[in-house]
């Protein structure tokens, strides 16, 4: 390619590019400048892209007329609880990158292949096993079965493939246990991991939808994703309060995604290199 067209070639790409970045962009911006416009001019016949009449009526409609509150709290715990299942995760990969024992590489393969079998066929048995304990319809059923999961001891396994085995050996002859070693020296070093994790943890639990959906009967058990299908079907025709409560949704994981993007990038890169 001559060096002249390089430069033509490459605004074209960039130009084509930024106008898919905004066309991708304008339903994100209507729905969330459409949260703070009252009902009526939502419903325009001349609607306006700018809120003329600012206000947050909608977002206070949501804790008042439905119980938000609540739904945001049982998300919040599910949050909580799977970041305690990442350290569950990166304790899994751990010992199947530094340890040797009988039937390791079976175990590991076995993990492997559970991400293979989608999560809908497995909801059933799970959901049978958690009703012989007494479970469903409690928080510790919907909390418990997504605290591990195979992907996530993959990527810790793979990046602490990449640590030194002498680090770990020092550590050892200076007298410090296993869980001092774990807590001290590899979690420290599986930093860029735990952040790339940690973002995928939080939106995971932020949007739990199905399973919260199945094992809980009680409304007051339900999250923030299925307390927003409910919004939809108690308020079809009020289209203001839908745009905030998807609004709601919506802003926490853009602002964390649009700041730790980087993060999650460079996590799969690294965790992908031996």
């Known amino acids: 390619m001559d060096v002249r067209v390089k430069p033509v070639y490459r605004g074209i790409v960039i130009l084509v590019l930024l106008i898919g970045a905004v066309a991708m962009c304008i339903p994100f911006v209507w729905m969330i400048l459409s949260s ?40 919040l715990i599910i949050v909580f609880f799977s970041f305690i299942g990442l350290f569950l995760n990166a304790a899994a990969g751990y010992a199947f990158a530094k340890f040797k024992f009988p039937g390791r590489n079976v175990l590991y393969y076995l993990v492997l292949g559970t991400m293979m079998i989608p999560s809908q066929v497995t909801m059933i048995p799970v959901y049978l096993i958690l009703n012989e304990m007494s479970l469903t319809n409690t928080m510790a059923g919907i ?45 420290p070093i599986a ?49 203001a309060i839908q745009m905030a409560g998807a609004s709601f949704m919506v802003i926490p994981i853009l602002i964390i995604f649009i700041f730790a993007q980087r993060h999650i990038i460079e996590g799969y890169t690294i965790s992908g290199m031996k």
């Not at 009252?38 to 804790?63: A, D, G, I």
């Not at 605290?147 to 085995?165: D, E, K, Y």
């Not at 050892?172 to 869980?179: H, T």
């Open 191 to 239: 930093k860029p991991i735990f952040a790339v994790q940690g973002i995928l943890t939080f939106i995971g639990g932020w949007n739990s939808f199905l399973w919260p959906l199945i094992v809980a009967n009680d409304e007051s058990l339900y999250t923030l994703s299925v307390g927003l299908q409910l919004l939809k079907g108690q308020y079809g025709g009020d289209f």
């Open 36 to 75: 703070f416009k009252p009902e009526s001019e939502v419903t325009s016949l001349t609607p306006s892209f700018w809120p003329q009449q600012p206000t947050m009526h909608n977002f206070e409609r949501l804790f008042t007329e439905m119980n938000f509150g609540g739904y945001l709290w049982n998300t």
């Open 143 to 187: 909390v418990l079965p997504g605290m591990v999961n195979a992907f996530g001891i993959f990527l810790f396994r793979q990046f602490m493939t990449t640590i030194p085995n002498d680090l770990i050996e020092a550590s050892r002859l200076d007298g410090a246990g296993e869980v001092r070693t774990f807590f001290q020296l590899i979690i």
